[in-house]
């Protein structure tokens, strides 16, 4: 069980990280997401005390959007696009790190969409658009549709963001892995994700399946969209929510869960950095301790492991700190579909330097499976040796 002596604690890692980059990987993150290296290089270098996190994002976000409306006055639409875009994205450390529903949040979230609808405006509001998806009590999930231009069908991949990241970050419409190969992407923010959380579409033991499964009922009904080839890929908890959709969805014909939280979550939720609770307390609005540790302990995909027919691969760094290695391969003996496992040698659980050459590599893999390549009995682990 919890220690409950450990409520309100913090890490001193965990503050250092706010500050400095402690474990080497978060431009390199942000770089693949879009974030431009130089503004996340004067930005972190300007956050001296970690409460200065959410002032200092929000300062560069609204330096980014002067700059759009400049352009923008001036008829530069590339130009204003882009600025738009960034200054949406550097929204989005400051909006993550409020862990209330608060004015100051939905402010800034009003700030991001505006952005970011701003930004399609520009771009090409044909092949990206925000998307609203019908769901339940008469709510919708946000999501971010990305079209192949000049494709009659194109197969798609659901893209499910961890619990620390949203929508608007993967993939970037600049930098697109999957449409460069043919692939359209709808990412949303599923339940307690994102404009989810804002809106108090929280977090369930098995909701997120049903958010999947409106998210591809509402790609049925896409005139872009081959509705017969539809992968899912989740990262981080994603990989935990990706999979479960993939179990209770047979539409869904390839899924893959990289940076795992598979099976048990008591290394996440009981010896990780207490912001990772505290996270997720807040996405299911479960606040009461005892209440919490018993929607957590059933937090596993392992009763649902035989439920996955389609191929499906898992990837991990060797030393992943939210999720025992030793899990992610009895997950994997789990499953009884086509199948892969990818170990990136020496790494933790965001692949540090690796992360680059997982983005590219992911995409070949779903493109594959969705192109029907792995055929029932492909089994195959690959331990990619550290550089």
Not at 222 to 246: K, L, N, Q, T
């Amino acid at each position: 069980m919890f220690d409950y002596a450990r409520r309100g604690q913090k890490w001193i890692t965990e503050e250092l990280y706010k500050v400095m980059d402690v474990f080497g990987f978060r431009a390199v993150m942000f770089v693949e997401w879009g974030f431009r290296p130089a503004d996340v290089k004067r930005t972190t270098e300007r956050i001296k005390v970690p409460g200065a996190v959410v002032k200092e994002w929000v300062r560069t976000a609204k330096q980014e959007e002067e700059l759009a409306r400049e352009a923008e006055a001036s008829g530069h639409r590339e130009s204003a696009a882009e600025f738009y875009y960034r200054a949406a994205l550097y929204y989005g450390p400051a909006c993550g790190v409020i862990h209330a529903n608060t004015a100051r949040k939905r402010e800034l979230y009003q700030r991001l969409v505006h952005c970011y609808e701003k930004f399609t405006g520009y771009f090409d509001e044909a092949c990206v658009k925000r998307v609203e998806i019908p769901f339940e009590n008469g709510k919708t999930i946000p999501g971010i549709l990305q079209t192949v231009p000049g494709a009659q069908k194109a197969p798609c991949v659901l893209v499910v963001p961890g619990m620390d990241t949203i929508k608007e970050y993967m993939p970037s419409p600049y930098h697109n892995h999957f449409r460069r190969r043919g692939m359209a992407t709808l990412t949303i923010d599923g339940p307690g994700q994102g404009e989810s959380n804002v809106r108090e579409t929280w977090v369930t033991l098995d909701n997120f399946e049903r958010a999947g499964s409106a998210a591809i009922d509402f790609l049925e009904k896409c005139p872009e969209i081959d509705a017969s080839r539809i992968g899912a890929y989740g990262w981080s908890m994603g990989s935990y929510w990706a999979p479960r959709i993939a179990a209770h969805d047979p539409r869904v014909k390839a899924v893959v869960g990289a940076m795992g939280v598979y099976l048990q979550k008591d290394t996440i939720f009981q010896h990780g950095k207490p912001a990772y609770r505290a996270n997720y307390m807040y996405l299911s609005n479960v606040h009461e301790e005892d209440a919490f540790d018993e929607m957590a302990s059933q937090m596993t995909l392992g009763p649902i492991a035989h439920m996955i027919k389609c191929p499906t691969l898992l990837a991990m760094g060797e030393f992943d700190e939210l999720c025992p290695l030793e899990d992610g391969e009895e997950f994997f003996a789990q499953l009884q579909c086509p199948k892969e496992m990818w170990v990136y040698e020496n790494e933790t659980h965001t692949f540090g330097s690796r992360l680059p050459d997982f983005y590219l590599q992911v995409a070949d893999w779903l493109r594959d499976a969705l192109d029907g390549r792995f055929k029932p009995g492909h089994a195959r682990r690959v331990d990619h040796v550290a550089r």
